[in-house]
C-alpha cells in the first residue's frame, strides 16, 4: 500500500553549499539520498512530495560540515502481511513465481498457487488448470495476498498467496 | 551360536564354580552349594543375544527392561533395579540363593526401605554357612513375603532417584586390572573368597563388565580393602587400583536399555541383512517372543525371484542389494511370478504372499526379531517419510508416528513464548502459547477463548505451530543455521523459502531452495539475517581452492559443510567439502580475455557463446585460471552460478558509467565545436582531408588528446581518497572516474588523481557507447587493440567516422591514449591509409551501419558495404592490388586503396577498415564534403553560440562549406545567421519529441522518440512506422513548425 | 513472536504510524508521480537519470493498476469511501481492488465488516455501486 507519511531526517551539507542556493541545495541532496531507498519501518521511498521544515543547521565539529533536520513528505509504499493487493508476474518457474507489485517483489510458492493448476514449462513456463481455462504467465497480472515479508538492508521481499478465494488470475496476457 | 554359548559358558562356568567350591571346600569347609549358575547365567545375558531363550525373557520381564544400574547403589530404586542386567554380584547371590531373578525385581526393593547398607551386613555376617537349603529358603520366602505386601511406588522421581546416586560418602569404585579373558573369572573368585571368608573382606561387590577387556571393577571403601582382597588372586593384577571418579561410577554400570516399549507405528531401523539402514514402521508388537511385524520398502530384484520361485539357476548372487521400490503386484505377475492374496485372520487386512513373504500395498511387511532392529534415535529424514507415505494412509497416522520422533527432543524444545499445536488426545488441533515448560509437562496458554488460562500438556502431545509467512530459523537437522519464510504447513513439515540465496543478489531472486523441515527443527526468528551464508573464513558465494587444486564457489553452505560448484566448465559439477578440505579463498582480482580476446573483469556482464548454457548471460562473479563465474539470477540450479570457459564468453558490458550521459553527449559535441588542427599530416587529406579529420578528431573525441583517458588512477584527495579508477572523461580540470571498487563514476579534480598513469587495460565500456544497441560485439573487438593490430584500427576510423556520430568518439578515445591519435595510424597503422581512399563522396552511404549483425564485428559490414556500395574501384582496388599501404600519399582517395586484409594476417574481421568507408561517405554527399557538421541537417533545433550569448534556432541549410543557416527562435521565426558548426549544438530531444535522425542508415528520416534508454533512443520512424533503436547523439530535435 | 501483536493487514494490524497515516490509491499516487515526472522533465535534461528505480517501477504499476484516470473520479472515489467510516487503509484497499461484490468485498478487507459498520451485506454492496457508478461516468 501506498502512504503518505511525513519524515524527517538530518541532512549534512558541505560549507561550499552555503548562500542563497541552501534550501535547494539541501532538498536536491534529499531527494538523491532518500528517494529510491528502502527501510523495514517505513518501506520504499518512491518520492518526495515536499519539504515541510528544515531546522537550524548545527555545525559539527572539526568538519565544518552542517547538520539540518529537515521534515518532508513524501510517497512510501510499504507491503503489509495479509495485504491483497495486484502484481504483474516477473517470471515463472518450477517453484512458483515472482511478481511485481511497484518496487517490492513477491514471490508465490507453488504450495501458495491452487493444487489445480499445474506447472507447464517451455519457452513461457506458467501455469495453468487442468481445463487450461485459466492461466499465470509472465506479464500476467494477478490478485495476491501478502503471508510474509522479509525487510534487508535494501529491499522488502514478501511472499504471497494465491490459494484463497477471489484472489489469481485478473488479466491474462494471452487472452487480449 | 550365542545361545550356545551361553550354555557352554553356564556350564563352564559351574564347572570351575564346583571347582573353586571344592578348593574352598578344602580350606574352609564350606559345605553349601548354592545355584550360582542361574546368576552367572545372568551376567552372560549381558551383550544382545540375538536370541534369548524363554525364561531368559521371563527373567527380563520380571526383573524389569534392562538399564542402567549403579553398582555401588543397586536396589537403589525400582528403577535401576528394573533395568538391572544383573552382573556378578556377590552379595546378593549369597543373599538371595536360587531365587534371584525374583528376589531381584521385587523382594530386594523393600530391604531397601530398611536401610540401603543393612542388607549387605547381614549377609555377609550371617553364620549361615551350614545352614541348609531349606532354612535359606525359608528366609527367603519370608522375605519376598513380605515384600509383596509394600507397595512400591512406581513412579519414582527423579529427586528420588537423584538421591541415588553415589556420594562422596558411599563406597567408591575400583578398577583393578587382571588377566585379559579371565575378567568374570576374576570376579567370581573375589566372590567366592568373600563367601568363604566373610566379614573379613572388606570389598562390597566386584563387577566384570563383558565389554571391558582386563579390568574389573571392585567397590570398596578403601584402596586397602581392594588389595586386601585381590591379595593372593592369581587372575588380578592388584599393582595397580584406580579410582573411578565419582562421576563416572553411574557410567560404569549404566547398560544402553535394551527394551524400549516398540508399540505400532514407531520408526525403526533395520539392522542387518539388506535392508539394513532402511527405515521400517512397526506394525505389529509381539512382546511374548520378542518380534514385531514390520513394514518397509521392499528390495526386491523382481526378475531374479522369478528365476528363483521356479527354480531355475540362481546366477552367482550378485553383490549389490536391490534399490527400494514398491512392489508392483501387475509387474510380478508378468514375470510368471506366483502371485497369491490373502486374508490375514487377525486383522482382516488383505496380503499378498510373493514367494512366502507378504506385501500390502507395495509394502513389505517382514516379521523379525526385536533384536534385528534398532529403535534407538531414529530420526528418519523426509525422503524416507515421503516414500512411506502411501495412498492409503492420511496424515493422522503420520502424527501419531511422530511421537516416537519426539521422543528424541532435546530438553529445552519448546520455550516461552512458542506457538504450538496440540496433537494429540483430547485438546487435539488447540492452538497456544507456551507460558512454562515443567519438565514432561508444558504450560501453555491456548488461544480459544473459555478455557483455562494455562493448561499443562505432555510435551508429547505438542508441536510447534507455524503459518505461512512466519520468517523461521531452523535449529537443528542438516539445515541447521538456514533461515527463511514458511511457504506452506504440511501436517509436522514446513515448506520455507530459504533466505539464503536471496543474499548477495539485490534485485531479483530466482531461485530458492525450498527445503523441508521439521515443524519441531524450526525456531520462529524474526533475525534479519539471511541464516548461516558462513563457516570460518569461508562464505557463501566465495571463490575457493580446494585440497585437490579443484576450485569453486560455494553456492550452499550446510550446517558442517559447503556445496561447491567446481571450476569444470563443461557440466556442472557440485562437490559437497568439509571446511577443512578447503584451502583457501581465491581473492585475487584477475583479468582474463573473452573469444573476442576482449578483457573480461569481475563484474563484467558476459554472454555465454557456448556449451549447455549457451545464450545466458550475467555479471562475472569471479575469475580463476580462465574460468569465469557467472550469476545468472535466472538460472534456477547452484543458486544461480554458472561456470564457463572465458574463451566462451563474450562481454556484453561494463560497469556502467552512469549518470553521465549529459555530460558525455556535450562532450561529444564540445569536440566538434572545436576541432583539433592536426597539420601534422597533411598529405592524409588528399581531398581536403575532411575524412581523416574526422577520423583524427572523432578519435579525440570524447577527452581526445587526452592521454588519461582510460588510464587507471589513483585518487589522493577527498572522500574517495585511496580509491583507483578508470578515467572515463577530462574535462578541462575535472575528472571523470569509474571508481574500480565502487562501481561509480566520480568527479574529481585533475590535481588530485595520482599522475603515475598507466595505460590502462581497455576499456570495457566503449563498446556501449559506441554502437549503441547495436551489436555489442561489434565495437567490442576493435577498441581493444588499437596499436596492435592496425588493421582494428584502420577498420575503426572509417567506421565510425561513418556513424559519424559523436558518440563513436568515445568508443575510440579511451583507445588511444596518444594524443595526436593520427601519428598512431601512420606508425603503427599501415593499414590506415588505406582507408582514407574510401572517404569518397559518392560512396553509397552508410549501409554498414543499418544493419547491425551482432557477432559479425567489422567483418560483415564492410562485406555489404563494399558491394553496395558498388563503387568498383573499391574493390577492385581495394581488394585487388593491395598497394603498399606504406605510400602514405596516395591513400586520400586513391582507389587502389591497399586493403589491410593482406597486411593483417590472421585478423578475423577481415577488412575491417573498409566499412568506415562507407561511413564517411554518407556524410559527404549530404552536406557537403566539408567538416564539422556533417550531421547538422535542416530543420533541426538547435544551440547557437554566439560571443555573449546562446540562442536556440533552427537549421534551414547547411551550407557547403558545413556552415549553417540558423533561423534563430525556437519555431523558427527568428533573425537568420549563419554559424560555423562549431558554434552549432544539437539540441538532444526528450522522450516524446519529434526527431530528426542525422546519421546512419535512416539519416534524414524523422520519427518521434519514444523512449530513451541510457544512450539509446528508442524511435518511431515516421514513414515507415519502425520503432528503431538508435543511439541518443544521432538524433537532434525536430523544429515544430 | 507470541503470534498477538503480529502484523495482518486484514485485521488492521499494521502499525499505530502507518494506520493513522494518509494511505493512497493507486490512482492517487499515479496522479502524484506523474506529476512530479513531468515536473522533472521541465527541470532537468534527463529526467530518467534522475527518478530512482523504485520511482520507476512504481510508476509503472500505479499506472497499470489504476481504476480511475481521471483525476474528478479518483478525488469522487475517495469522497464516496470516506462516507462510510473506513480505515484510510480499508478504503485505499477497496479503491485499488474495486471489489464487485459484497462478498469479494469482504474477502479483500475481512476488516470491514467490525465494529458495525456496516449492518448487512446490502450495505457494503451500495457502496459498491457507488464506486462502479463512478468509474461508469469517468
New interface residues.
Partial sequence: MFFHIVLERNMQLHPRHFGRNLREHLVSKLMKDVEGTCSGRHGFVVAITGVDSIGKGLIRDGTGFVTFPVKYQCVVFRPFKGEILEAVVTMVNKMGFFAEAGPVQIFVSNHLIPDDMEFQSGDMPNYTTSDGSVKIQKDSEVRLKIIGTRVDATEIFCIGTIKDDFLGVINDPTAV | MPRRRDEDEEVEDDDYEDQYDEEEEEDDRSSRKRKRSDFIDDAAEEDDDEEEDDDDDEDYGGGGGGGRRPKPKKRGSQFFDLEAQVDSDEDEEEEEGEDDFIVDGGADIPDEDDGRRMHRRPLLSREDEQEDVEALERRIQARYARSSHTEYDEETTDVEQQALLPSVRDPKLWMVKCAIGREREAAVCLMQKCIDRGPEMQIRSAVALDHLKNYIYVEADKEAHVKEACKGLRNIYSQKVMLVPIREMTDVLSVESKAIDLSRDTWVRMKIGNYKGDLAKVVDVDNVRQRVTVKLIPRIDLPALANKLEGRDVAKKKPFVPPPRFMNVDEARELHIRVERRRDQMTGDYFENIGGMLFKDGFLYKNVSMKSISTQNIKPTFDELEKFRSPGENGENDIASLSTLFANRKKGHFMKGDAVIVIKGDLKNLKGWVEKVDEENVHIRPEMKGLPKTLAVNQKELCKYFEPGNHVKVVSGTQEGATGMVVKVEQHVLIILSDTTKEHIHYSITCFPQIRVFADDVVESSEVTTGITKIGDYELHDLVLLDNNSFGVVIRVESEAFQVLKGVPDRPEVALVKLREIKCKLEKKSNVQDKNKNTVSVKDVVRILEGSCKGKQGPVEHIFRGILFIYDRHHLEHAGFICAKATSCVVVGGSRANGGRNGDAYSRFDSLRTPPRIPQSPRRFPRGGPPVDYGGRHRGGRGRHDTLIGATVKIRQGPDKGCKGRVLEVKGQSVRVELEARMKVVTVDRSIISDNVEVSTPYRDAPRYGMGSETPMHPSRTPLHPYMTPMRDAGATPIHDGMRTPMRDRAWNPYTPMSPPRDNWEDGNPASWGTSPQYQPGSPPSRAYEAPTPGSGWANTPGGNYSEAGTPRDSSSGYANAPSPYLPSTPGGQPMTPNSASYLPGTPGGQPMTPGTGGLDVMSPVIGSDNEGPWFMPDILVKVHRPGEDSVGVIREVLPDGSCKVILGSSGNGETITSLPNDIEIVPPRKNDKIKIMGGAQRGATGKLIGVDGTDGIVKVDDTLDVKILDMVILAKLAQP | ????E??????L??GD??LK??????C??AL??EH?YEQL?QTS?????Q?????E??L???K??SRYKNPDAVRQVREVLSRYQLAE?EL??LG??C?ETA??AM???PSITTKGRFQDDYAIDKMLNDLSMIKKFE
Fill in positions: 513472536m507470541s503470534g498477538e503480529e502484523e495482518n493487514a486484514a485485521e494490524k499494521i504510524e502507518f497515516a494518509k494511505c493512497l490509491m493507486n492517487e499516487v502524484i508521480l512530479k522533465q535534461e534527463d529526467p530518467l537519470n527518478i530512482s528505480q523504485v520511482f517501477k512504481s509503472q504499476y500505479v497499470r493498476f487503509f485505499c484497499v485499488n481492488l471489489p462478498e469479494e474477502a479483500m478487507v
